[in-house]
């Protein structure tokens, strides 16, 4: 009975076997009896002559027989923008495609737009994936806006063009270089008619000045930035924009890829770099968001003019540091230092600083942070040799906060001067780890005047680097008005007078 039973069992498996693997199935016509997963696939914008990320299109045969679809095409052809790759071979058309009983393909999307018309800043692009012809062809829209774009590049034939740059040394003491080319004469006024793409760092000479117009765009690609030369200036002169939605009168600064799933990832590029011996830099209204170390600004000793005069203006999400002064000279008001991989704000070396109604705030959420949000040193962080002197590092109604328990670190090599003072400020602090440290005796008025260490600001996202303030926030009414004259209107133009918040914002009831 045994071997009778495995005997039936043996020709059961090799019966069902030879089924599975049969490779004679009889197809019937699709005969329009597709169904899709997106009726219309819409590649997010792209700037021209810059391929798209790419996009899936499921195609589904719900019927219970095995079908084979006579033709996929592009309507425009092999003059469409657009690619295919139909379950793993690219192409723009493909025949006789088998599908099975209740089975789908997966077929991938692509584009890159060529805008020919000088006249056009940008193009909404379409084609149709086409599946069978008639009576029983259907179709799935593609859509793509393209925007055309001034884009600043090396000229390699030119001999200021591939200069390295050392952008900074690593943890590890590496230095980090990166290529550049010089701006020409004509190149050095970013206006707002077009969106300027750049690729490596983009070089301000020496003696010359960068200007950027209100409402300018500036999109960097990878490993790529702005280096202000020693002599050189940068003016960013933005506006405050009527549409908060808008940002019409804003200069932003970003990333080359301008699809939803890239517009908060950090790090998509390298830096504004102000150059040691830069002088009477200007950065009005300017949104920076995505890089890797935001804003650099190198100083010299002894020197009298200011390094950055910086107003209005948000950076965020950079993955190292906002904002990164190295004995510098710098004033600050109505300035929004968000989420950072390592300090929103971080001063080495000595310097002196103004900040006035600033939101220091570091709600990083994209991994593990080990630094507070503001960090001075009054020599090289991490590194040992002499310092500097800090003749000043002045908080004047400002917020220093974040997700940590702590986030202000003060570290003086004992050698230098170490001048500091926080006055009608808010700071989130632990005081378990004072440890005896002198540096933060919160009683000494000298030091810290009209200070609270914690409780609720009530931001409205402060997750997504959204900074405003609720009407439960503990800082409304905590400012300093003889402080507030000298910044009488809030980063948005709401006023201040009578009766000053702390930080870049004025509370008001948090919009639905």
């Known amino acids: 009975m045994r071997l009778r039973f495995l005997t039936v069992l043996t020709i059961l498996f090799i019966i069902l076997w030879s089924t599975s693997c049969r490779k004679d ?31 899936t299109l499921k195609v589904y045969n719900d019927t219970k027989d095995d079908i ?83 884009f600043l590049f090396p000229d390699v034939a030119s001999e200021n063009s591939n200069q390295p740059v050392v952008l900074y040394n690593n943890e590890s003491g590496t230095p980090i270089e990166v290529k550049g080319f010089k701006l020409k004469e004509e190149e050095l006024n ?16 020496q003696e010359k000045e960068l200007v950027i117009d209100a409402g300018a765009r500036i999109h960097f690609h990878q490993n790529s930035g702005i280096l202000v030369q020693d002599g050189a200036q940068i003016s960013i002169n933005g506006q405050l924009s009527e549409n908060g939605d808008l940002l019409e009168g804003e200069v932003i600064f970003e990333g080359d890829r301008l699809e939803p799933e890239f517009a908060e990832i950090p790090g998509q590029w390298g830096a504004i770099w102000i150059s040691a011996g830069s002088q009477n830099n200007t950065i009005n209204h300017l949104t920076l968001k995505n890089a890797e170390l935001g804003i650099f600004v190198e100083g010299k000793p002894n020197t009298t003019e200011k390094s950055l005069t910086i107003s209005n203006s948000r950076v ?119 440890n005896d440290n002198l540096l933060y005796n919160f009683d000494n008025e000298m030091l810290f005047s009209t200070i609270i260490l914690d409780g609720n600001i009530d931001y409205y996202l402060p997750f997504e680097n ?22 009488p209107f809030d980063i948005l133009g709401e006023p201040r007078l009578p009766n000053p918040d702390l930080g870049a914002f004025q509370a008001k009831e948090k919009e639905m």
Not at 358 to 372: Q, V
Not at 466 to 487: C, M, Q, Y
């Open 25 to 55: 199935f009889e197809y019937a016509p699709s005969n329009g009896h597709l169904s899709f997963s997106k009726d219309t696939v819409y590649l997010d914008t792209v700037f021209s002559n810059i391929g798209s990320s790419t996009y």
């Open 68 to 150: 084979i679809i006579p033709t996929i095409t592009l309507k425009k052809g092999d003059k469409s923008f657009y690619r295919l790759n139909v379950d793993g071979v690219a192409g723009k058309e493909f025949e006789n495609i088998p599908l099975y009983a209740k089975d789908s393909l997966f077929i991938l999307v692509e584009t890159t737009i060529e805008i020919n018309d000088n006249t056009l800043n940008e193009l909404l692009y379409t084609d149709a994936i086409q599946f069978d012809s008639e009576p029983y062809q259907q179709l799935v829209e593609l859509v793509t806006l393209a925007k055309d774009a001034i």
């Open 190 to 205: 970013f206006t707002n008619a077009k969106s300027y793409v750049i690729y490596g760092y983009a070089i301000v000479p």
């Open 316 to 434: 965020f999400n950079s993955s190292r540091y906002n904002l990164w002064a190295r004995n510098a000279s710098i004033d600050a008001t109505n300035l929004i230092l968000g989420a950072s991989g390592n300090s929103s704000l971080l001063i080495e070396n000595g310097g002196s600083y103004s900040f006035t109604h600033a939101t220091i705030a570091n709600y990083w959420n994209k991994g593990f942070r080990f630094n507070a949000a503001l960090e001075i040193y009054n020599s090289r962080k991490n590194a040992s040799e002499d310092g500097f002197d800090l003749t000043k590092a002045e908080f004047k109604n400002c917020i220093i906060d974040g997700n940590s328990s702590t986030e202000i670190l003060l570290q003086s090599n004992n050698q230098n001067s170490f001048n500091f003072s926080f006055q009608n400020s808010f700071i989130k602090f632990n005081e378990a780890t004072i």
């Open 466 to 487: 959204d900074f405003r303030i609720g009407l439960e926030s503990e800082v409304i009414n905590k400012g300093d008005v003889n402080t507030a004259n000298s910044v």
